[in-house]
C-alpha cells in the first residue's frame, strides 16, 4: 500500500462528483449519491477519498473536507469490510495530515480519526495516543492544534474506554499532560485543554482525581481570560465540579458565584454555560445556605437573560403577526408518543389530575414554556428553568428581591421586556404560591388583560402562565376570574397567530384539568370554540386540539353527554376519522381523544361505535400480521409499529368502559378475544399494558364473553406480575382483582398461580404507591371470593395491606377489598393479632361504609376487645394516636 498512486482519471472523476455533491439541485443530489453506492465496490475509492483529502492541496477546502466526511461515513458502515491494508492506510495518512496548514482540514482529520478510533477500537490502534501525545509537544502550531483537536474528539468519544485496564490506563501520563497546556500561549490550545480533562469530571476518573486541586487552580486562573471558547470552557468545567467535588469548590464558593453572576451576562454562548451553574446549585442541599447572600444580584441577571434577542424574534417570526392561513411543514410537527393506559385506584386522596402514568415523573409540562422554533435550549430556557428551581428552593423569601423587578418589567413600554416578565411570573408560581396569593387578585385581571396584546409572543406566554395560576383561579368566586379567563382564552384559541393558538390550547387542557365539573356551565361555549378551532386550524394545531377536547372529555365526565353537545362534537372528528388513513399517525392523537369522549359519553357513544369499534379491531389485527411477516421473512417485510396496536386497544377500553353492557353485541360479532391473547403475549410492555387495561374493562362490561378463555388468560397474568414493569404489572394485578369478583369461588384454582407474587410486591419496600393500592385491592378481592385459601397467609401481608388502603377514599374498590379482609380474618383472626393497631387505623379510613360493611368491622373491633378483656384493651388504645382512638369510638362506639 505504500505506494499507492491515483490514476489520473479516477481522480478527476471523483472530484467532478465532490464539486457536484455541493449543488442545492435535488435530482444532482440524487445522481450524486447513486454514483457515490457505485464507487464503494471499488476497494481503493476509500484511497482516492483519503489522497484528496490529505494531498490534494489544488483543490479548495470545502471539496477536500467533503471528500474527508464522504470517507467518514464509509467507515463508519463500512468498516467491518473494508481490507485491513486499506484501513492501515488510512490511519498512516491521516497522522501524517493533523498538521495540515488549514483549520478545516485538521478539524476534519481529528473527525476521521475518531471515527476509526470508534469503529475498529482504540486497542487496536496502539500507536495512536503515544503519536497524538508526543506531537503536542511539536514547536509548530498547527501540528500540536491538530493532534489536540483530535484528543478532545477521543475524549468526548472515548472517555470510559480511556480510563480501562486494557489500554494500560493512558490517562495518568495524559491528564498531567493535558494539565501543562492550560498556560499556553494559544487560546485555542488552552480551550483545548480544557475540554479534554472536563470529559473526565462526571466520570470522577481517578487519574483527573489525583490532580483535582491542580486542575482546580488552573481553571481559576484561567478565569479571567480574554478568549470566550477558554471562558465557556472553564464555566463548564466549574458546573460539572459542583456535582463531583463539591468539597473542593465550597472554600472558594463566594468568588465562583461572583465570577458566574459575570458570566451569566456575557454576550455570547458563554452565557448558557454559566447559567447552567444556577440550575446545578439549585440541586444541591448547600443552595440556600451559599447563594442567599447574591440573590439580590442573581434574581435580576436571570429577568434578564429571559428576554428573547433580536436573533430569537427573527427565528420566531416574532414581528409575523397573523400566520394562520399558511400550511405547517412536516418537519415543524414534533413525532408524538402514546401515554398507553394504566388504571390507578379512583379517589385516592392524593392524586392529582391525570395522575395516571405512574413511573412517569416527567410530564411534558417541565414548567417551561415551549418555543420549538428555537434551538431547543437557550439563555431564555434555562433563565427561567433556574427561576423555577430557586423559587422552590427559596419559597417566598426570593420575593422581596423578585417583586420589584416584576413591577417593574411586567410593566414595562417595550414588548419584550414586559413579555420576559410575564414569563418570570409563570416561572415563580410553583415555589412562590403562597407568598404570590396577595398580589393575584390584581395580576390575574393584569394578564387577562395582556391576552389581548399586540404582540402575539406576549398573547402566547401569558396563555402559558396564566396555565400555572389556574389552580388558584378555580379557588375563587368564578365570575371574578374563571368566567372572564374563560372567555379571552376561548379568543385566543380562535386567534390569528398559530403560536398563540397552540398557547391557548395547551393552557386551556390545564385549565380543564384544574377545573374539572366547575366548566359544566360554560360547555356549551367552549365547545363551540373547539369546534370551529377544527376548521381554522393548521395540521400541528389539530393534534393539539385533539387533546384539548380529550382533556375536556376527562374533566367533565358524563356531563358531556346531552344531544346539543354531541352534535356539535362528534361530526367534526368522525369526518377527521374517516379522512385518515390507517397508517396515518395522526390517527394516534385522534384516537386518544375518541378514548375519552367514548368513556365520557357512554350510551351517548353508541350511535357512533360501530366503525370506530371495527376500526380499532382491523388495525390490531393488521399490526400482528405485520409482525408475524416481519419475524417470518425478516428481509421482506419491515417490524410494524406498534403504536397503531396499542392506540386502538386502549381507544377499545374506553368503549368498553363507556358503553359498559352496550359492547356485547360488537365482542360477540368480532374475534376481539382471540386478538386479546396474542397481545398479551407480546414482546413490547406496553403492549401487553393496554391489553390488561382492556381485559378488565371487558371484564367488567361483558364478562360472559371472557369467561370461557379465563384458563388461558390468568396463567398470562400470573406471569406478568413483576413489578420491574410497573404499568404492566400494575393493569395485570387490576384484572386478576376484576375477574376474581366475577368468576367467585371459582376463583380458586387461580390463586397458586398470582398470590405468592401479589404477596411480594406488597412487601417490597421500593413499590410505587399506585402499584401498592391496585395490589392491596387485588389481595383484598381474592380473599373475598376464596377467604380458605388466602387466609393463612394474613400475617405476610396484613400490615401492608392497611397501610396502602387507608388513604383512599370510600369506593367500590375499597369496599371489596374490605369485605375480604374482614372474611379472612373470620378465618385466621390470629394473622392480624401482631398488626391489630394497622386494622384499626384503617377501619378508621373510611367515611361512610356501607351498613353491612360497617357492621362486619364493628364486629371484628368489639370481638377484639372482648378477646383481650377490658384492662388489656385500655393498654391498647393508650398506643392510639388521639384522633385514631376518637375516631374509633365515634364511628364503632368502641
Avoid at 490514476?7 to 455533491?21: D, R, Y
Avoid at 459575570?262 to 440556600?288: G, I, M, Y
Avoid at 423578585?402 to 415555589?431: D, N, R
Avoid at 358531556?560 to 369526518?575: A, F, T, V
Wanted: glycine share 4%.
Amino acid at each position: 500500500m505504500a505506494s499507492w498512486e491515483p490514476q489520473a482519471e479516477g481522480l478527476n472523476q471523483i472530484i467532478t462528483l465532490l464539486k457536484q455533491s455541493q449543488s442545492t439541485d435535488n435530482q444532482i443530489q440524487r445522481n450524486v449519491q447513486l454514483k457515490l453506492e457505485e464507487l464503494n465496490r471499488y476497494p481503493d475509492f476509500n484511497n482516492y477519498l483519503i489522497y484528496v483529502l490529505t494531498k490534494l492541496t489544488s483543490q479548495d477546502e470545502p471539496t477536500r473536507s467533503l471528500s474527508g466526511l464522504i470517507l467518514k461515513n464509509n467507515i463508519k458502515i463500512h468498516a467491518s469490510t473494508l481490507q485491513p491494508e486499506i484501513i492501515e492506510y488510512i490511519k498512516k495518512e491521516c497522522l501524517m495530515a493533523l498538521g495540515d496548514p488549514s483549520p478545516l482540514i485538521r478539524a476534519t482529520v481529528g473527525i476521521l480519526i475518531t471515527t476509526i478510533a470508534n469503529k475498529g477500537g482504540i486497542l487496536n490502534w496502539p500507536e495512536l495516543l503515544p503519536t497524538l501525545c508526543e506531537m503536542l509537544d511539536s514547536q509548530e502550531y498547527s501540528i500540536c492544534e491538530g493532534a489536540f483537536g483530535a484528543l478532545q474528539k477521543i475524549c468526548e468519544d472515548s472517555a470510559e474506554v480511556l480510563d480501562s485496564n486494557e489500554l494500560n490506563r493512558p490517562l495518568n501520563i495524559m491528564i498531567p499532560k493535558f494539565l501543562q497546556f492550560f498556560r499556553h500561549s494559544s487560546p485555542k490550545i488552552r480551550s483545548h485543554a480544557i475540554a479534554c480533562i472536563n470529559q473526565f469530571i462526571i466520570h470522577r476518573t481517578q487519574a483527573l482525581m489525583i490532580h483535582i486541586d491542580t486542575f482546580i487552580e488552573n481553571l481559576f486562573h484561567l478565569s479571567s481570560d480574554e478568549d470566550h471558547e477558554v471562558r465557556k470552557n472553564v464555566c463548564r468545567g466549574l458546573v460539572m465540579l459542583l456535582d463531583v467535588r463539591m468539597d473542593r469548590l465550597m472554600p472558594h464558593m463566594n468568588s465562583i458565584i461572583e465570577y458566574m453572576l459575570v458570566r451569566t451576562q456575557d454576550n455570547d454562548d458563554t452565557a448558557l454555560e454559566a447559567c447552567e451553574f444556577w440550575l446545578s446549585l439549585a440541586e444541591h442541599p448547600v443552595c440556600k445556605e451559599v447563594l442567599g447572600p447574591h440573590l439580590h444580584k442573581l434574581a435580576p441577571v436571570l429577568v434578564k437573560g429571559m428576554k428573547y434577542s433580536e436573533i430569537d424574534i427573527i427565528i420566531l417570526k416574532g414581528d409575523v403577526e397573523e400566520d394562520e392561513f399558511i400550511p405547517d411543514r412536516d418537519e415543524d410537527i414534533k413525532p408524538r408518543f402514546h401515554k398507553s393506559r394504566t388504571h390507578t385506584v379512583k379517589g385516592d386522596a392524593h392524586q392529582t389530575p391525570n395522575d395516571a402514568d405512574i413511573g412517569d415523573s416527567d410530564e411534558e409540562d417541565d414548567g417551561l414554556v415551549d418555543d420549538s422554533n428555537l434551538s431547543d435550549w437557550n439563555l431564555r430556557k434555562c433563565s427561567a428553568a433556574a427561576l423555577d428551581i430557586l423559587a422552590n428552593v427559596f419559597k417566598d423569601e426570593i420575593l422581596p428581591i423578585l417583586l420589584p423587578i416584576l413591577k417593574e418589567t411586567l410593566f414595562h413600554e417595550q414588548w419584550v421586556i414586559k413579555e420576559s416578565g410575564i414569563l418570570a411570573l409563570g416561572a415563580i408560581a410553583e415555589g412562590c404560591m403562597n407568598g404570590m396569593i396577595p398580589h393575584l387578585p390584581e395580576l390575574i385581571p393584569f394578564l387577562i388583560n395582556c391576552l389581548s396584546d399586540k404582540k402575539a409572543l406576549v398573547r402566547s406566554i401569558t396563555c402559558w402562565t396564566l396555565s400555572r395560576y389556574a389552580h388558584w383561579v378555580v379557588s375563587q368566586p368564578h365570575d371574578q376570574y374563571l368566567k372572564p379567563l374563560i372567555e379571552e382564552l376561548l379568543k385566543r384559541i380562535l386567534d390569528a397567530n398559530k403560536r398563540v393558538q397552540e398557547a391557548a390550547c395547551s393552557s386551556f387542557a390545564s385549565l380543564e384539568e384544574e377545573a374539572c365539573t366547575e366548566l359544566v356551565p360554560y360547555l356549551g361555549f367552549i365547545l363551540k370554540t373547539l369546534v370551529f378551532a377544527f376548521s381554522k386550524y393548521q395540521h400541528k394545531n389539530l393534534l393539539i386540539l385533539y387533546d384539548a377536547i380529550g382533556t375536556l372529555a376527562d374533566s367533565v365526565g358524563h356531563h358531556l353527554n346531552k344531544s346539543e353537545y354531541i352534535n356539535l362534537l362528534m361530526p367534526p372528528l368522525i369526518q377527521k376519522w374517516n379522512m385518515l388513513k390507517d397508517e396515518d399517525k395522526d390517527l394516534f392523537p385522534l384516537l386518544e381523544c375518541l378514548s375519552s369522549v367514548a368513556t365520557a359519553l357512554q350510551s351517548g357513544f353508541l350511535p357512533y361505535c360501530e366503525p370506530v369499534y371495527r376500526r380499532c379491531i382491523s388495525l390490531i389485527q393488521q399490526t400482528l400480521n405485520q409482525e408475524i411477516a416481519s419475524t417470518t421473512s425478516p428481509g421482506h417485510y419491515d417490524s410494524p409499529d406498534k403504536d397503531f396496536m396499542i392506540v386502538a386497544l386502549d381507544l377499545l377500553s374506553g368503549l368498553a368502559e363507556g358503553l359498559d353492557i352496550h359492547i356485547e353485541s360488537l365482542v360477540m360479532s368480532s374475534n376481539i378475544m382471540q386478538l386479546l391473547y396474542q397481545c398479551m403475549q407480546d414482546s413490547m410492555p406496553e403492549v401487553r399494558q393496554s391489553s390488561f387495561a382492556l381485559l378488565g374493562d371487558l371484564t367488567k362490561a361483558c364478562f360472559p364473553h371472557v369467561h370461557p378463555y379465563i384458563s388461558d388468560f390468568l396463567p398470562i397474568l400470573g406471569n406478568n406480575l413483576n413489578p420491574e414493569y410497573i404499568s404492566v404489572c400494575n393493569n395485570a394485578t387490576w384484572a386478576i382483582g376484576e375477574i376474581s369478583i366475577k368468576l367467585g369461588a371459582d376463583t380458586k384454582p387461580f390463586i397458586p398461580m398470582v398470590l405468592h407474587q401479589l404477596i411480594e410486591i406488597i412487601k417490597s419496600q421500593n413499590t410505587p404507591k399506585t402499584l401498592l393500592e391496585n395490589t392491596a385491592i387485588t389481595i383484598g378481592r381474592l380473599g373475598f371470593v376464596c377467604p380458605m385459601e388466602v387466609a393463612p397467609s394474613l400475617q405476610q401481608f396484613v400490615r401492608q395491606w392497611c397501610s396502602s388502603l387507608r388513604n383512599i377514599r370510600d369506593n367500590e374498590e375499597k369496599d371489596s377489598a374490605f369485605r375480604g379482609m374482614c372474611q379472612m380474618i373470620s378465618v385466621n383472626p390470629s394473622g392480624v393479632v401482631p398488626d391489630f393497631i394497622f386494622f384499626c387505623d384503617a377501619a378508621a379510613s373510611w367515611s361512610s361504609p356501607k351498613p353491612d360493611l360497617h357492621e362486619m368491622l364493628k364486629n371484628i373491633l368489639h370481638g377484639f376487645k372482648t378477646q383481650v378483656g377490658d384492662e388489656n384493651w385500655r393498654h391498647f388504645v393508650d398506643q392510639f394516636p388521639p384522633q385514631l382512638a376518637e375516631r374509633l369510638n365515634a364511628m364503632y362506639d368502641i
